[in-house]
């Protein structure tokens, strides 16, 4: 059974430009979320998504948006790139029970120059 | 405001010795609480998690954790630590009422040495 995939895995962006980042959860799993991870810090949470709908969001400026497809894959959408959105980009997918826990991908990693 | 605290930045410790990593949060009901561990440039993997029940919580890899409700904390433990277990170690809390979302806590590093 495969893992959370993120894809890309690394690219490089320019300030100002518009950034999409996608996840494909585990197969069963209904709820994505997002998180963005720089280095040296533990992870900050972004977006979290249920059956398409926002569940919660977290502290991050409106260029940060998000949306769940029907099949549960999802997109991370990132507008007018500033130097410090340079960060690993995680998703987790969970199931329907909060107390589970995440499952990680191995994340997308982001550098705006 | 809801926080979580890993004291240690890093830790060192030698192969075959014994592993606690602290832990302390700061919530206003008690949360789910769960460690992570992160290899590096990898995401992060479960060890185990905790809501209700025994204190004492085991998890993957030999690794077992301790909620104490008077102390506000949850410390990880490894009785004898393998060179494979160098990571950078992550306490998180949450709670479906908070948004949904799970705070982090800032990691600790943890180096093994032979």
């Known amino acids: 059974d495969a893992g959370v995939t993120q894809s890309p895995t690394h690219l490089i962006k320019t300030r100002g430009q518009h950034v999409t980042l996608r996840c494909s959860p585990i197969?069963?799993?209904?709820?994505v979320s997002w998180y963005q991870q720089v280095l040296g810090q533990g992870p900050q949470f972004i977006f979290q998504y249920y059956e398409k709908e926002e569940r919660g969001r977290g502290n991050f400026p409106d260029r940060f948006s998000a949306r769940q497809f029907p099949n549960y894959s999802s997109e991370l959408n990132v507008n007018a790139l500033l130097l410090g959105d340079s960060a690993l980009y995680l998703c987790a997918s969970s199931p329907p029970t909060f107390g589970d826990g995440y499952t990680f991908g191995s994340g997308t990693r982001l550098t705006v120059v | 405001a809801q926080s979580v605290t890993q004291p240690d930045i890093h830790i060192t410790v030698s192969e075959g010795a014994s592993l606690e990593l602290r832990c302390n949060y700061s919530y206003g009901a008690t949360p789910y609480l769960f460690w992570y561990v992160q290899s590096p440039g990898q995401g992060l993997q479960l060890l185990l998690k905790?809501?209700?029940?025994?204190?004492l919580v085991q998890g993957i890899k030999g690794f077992e954790a301790e909620f104490k409700r008077s102390q506000s904390s949850f410390n990880l433990r490894k009785p004898s630590v393998h060179w494979s277990d160098a990571a950078e170690y992550f306490c998180?809390?949450?709670?479906?009422?908070?948004?949904?979302?799970?705070?982090f806590g800032a990691g600790t590093r943890l180096f093994v040495k032979a």
């Open positions: 905790y809501f209700s029940g025994d204190t």
């Open positions: 998180a809390v949450g709670q479906p009422t908070g948004g949904f979302k799970t705070i």
């Open positions: 197969s069963g799993h209904k709820s």
